[in-house]
T-cell receptor, first 113, second 113 residues
Framework: DAGVIQSPRHEVTEMGQEVTLRCKPI?????LFWYRQTMMRGLELLIY????????DSGMPEDRFSAKMPNASFSTLKIQPSEPRDSAVYFC???????????FGPGTRLTVT | GESVGLHLPTLSVQEGDNSIINCAYSNSASDYFIWYKQESGKGPQFIIDIRSNMDKRQGQRVTVLLNKTVKHLSLQIAATQPGDSAVYFC????????????FGKGTTLSVSS
């Protein structure tokens, strides 16, 4: 298996622009998680899905952030409009419901100028 | 609020030494704990886990110890190698498998030859 796939790996954008991050979970995994990592706040859970349904989005910073999972093999995290404080590494992780172990993707490094 | 934290942000050891990375947690309801390793530019990678009904679990060169009395978790790495240099995170889960993990801030392990 190729593991969790994220794209793009790096994104540089200007403040106010829309940013879309993409994730393909491991086939057969029914849970998908979006995390954000910064030096100041560490690894924070933003939202997670079970069988394509959002379960907990309490970690989403504000209305500028939205996430979708239209099918079992694809999810997006969108920021509109982006701000410099959104600069971080965004990770997607997936898990099989019977296991606590989460498999992380390589991350997307977002820089908003 | 509930949190998972680390006693030391950095740890430097010589190759061949044993390393001990500590973690304190505050939620007594947590029933599952995981250690992750994150190398530079990569996503966190699962190392070892332990359930709250255990106090010790061993893997290949790694041992996790859990002391529920003082809410303390540690990761021991035997015969530390340069390839072990990374950031190590402890994470806890208070729900069922497949639900969210709460991550600590991480400890940076540096191994010199």
């Amino acid at each position: 298996d190729a593991g969790v796939i994220q794209s793009p790996r790096h994104e540089v954008t200007e403040m106010g622009q829309e940013v879309t991050l993409r994730c393909k979970p491991i086939s057969g995994h029914d849970y998908l998680f979006w995390y954000r990592q910064t030096m100041m706040r560490g690894l924070e859970l933003l939202i997670y899905f079970n069988n394509n349904v959002p379960i907990d989005d309490s970690g989403m910073p504000e209305d500028r952030f939205s996430a979708k999972m239209p099918n079992a093999s694809f999810s997006t995290l969108k920021i509109q409009p982006s701000e410099p404080r959104d600069s971080a590494v965004y990770f997607c992780a997936s898990a099989r419901g019977s296991s606590y172990e989460q498999y992380f993707g390589p991350g997307t490094r977002l820089t908003v100028t | 609020g509930e949190s998972v934290g680390l006693h030391l942000p950095t740890l430097s050891v010589q190759e061949g030494d044993n390393s001990i990375i500590n973690c304190a947690y505050s939620n007594s309801a947590s029933d599952y704990f995981i250690w992750y390793k994150q190398e530079s530019g990569k996503g966190p990678q699962f190392i070892i886990d332990i359930r709250s009904n255990m106090d010790k679990r061993q893997g290949q060169r790694v041992t996790v110890l859990l002391n529920k009395t003082v809410k303390h978790l540690s990761l021991q790495i035997a015969a530390t190698q340069p390839g072990d240099s990374a950031v190590y995170f402890c994470a806890e889960n208070i729900g069922q498998a497949g639900t969210a993990l709460i991550f600590g801030k991480g400890t940076t392990l540096s191994v010199s030859s």
